[in-house]
């Protein structure tokens, strides 16, 4: 049985790209400033989680049944850059196609 950290993970992702793809259509997926903004969001989340998640002396401490225990880059679970790549997206997607509404009525 997968580890429901991993499944949780997955099903974040699945959800948020099925509605981009399928419901909002913001069209963030291409956009460089999209990618760019996901990049600098994971750099810091790599700082931040790097920090909470180090195995020496963590702050945060996982279940090793609930999670793959594969960690990358200095003790982060692989897991949490799922959803943290989940959760930007999720506010980037709204925000632009809250703004893609608001030009459409404005036109």
Same mark, same amino acid.
Request: net charge neutral; proline share 5%.
């Given at each position: 049985?997968?580890?429901e950290?991993? /499944?949780?993970?997955?099903?974040?992702?699945?959800? =948020?790209?099925?509605?981009?793809? $399928? /419901?909002?259509?913001?069209?963030?997926?291409?956009?460089?400033?999209?990618?760019?903004?996901?990049?600098?969001?994971?750099?810091?989340?790599?700082? =931040? @989680?790097?920090?909470?998640?180090?195995?020496? @002396?963590?702050? /945060?401490?996982?279940?090793?049944?609930?999670?793959?225990?594969?960690?990358f880059?200095?003790?982060?679970?692989?897991? @949490? $850059?799922? $959803?943290?790549?989940?959760?930007?997206?999720? =506010?980037?997607?709204?925000?632009?196609?809250?703004?893609?509404?608001?030009?459409? @009525?404005?036109?």
């Amino acid at each position: 049985m997968m580890p429901e950290y991993t /499944v949780m993970t997955a099903i974040g992702i699945v959800v =948020v790209i099925g509605l981009e793809i $399928f /419901v909002f259509r913001s069209g963030i997926f291409r956009r460089t400033q999209y990618w760019a903004a996901l990049a600098i969001c994971l750099a810091f989340q790599c700082l =931040v @989680d790097g920090w909470l998640t180090k195995l020496r @002396d963590p702050i /945060v401490i996982y279940n090793p049944s609930q999670f793959l225990n594969v960690r990358f880059p200095w003790d982060i679970p692989i897991e @949490d $850059f799922g $959803f943290g790549f989940a959760m930007i997206t999720a =506010v980037l997607m709204l925000w632009q196609w809250q703004l893609n509404r608001s030009r459409k @009525d404005a036109a």
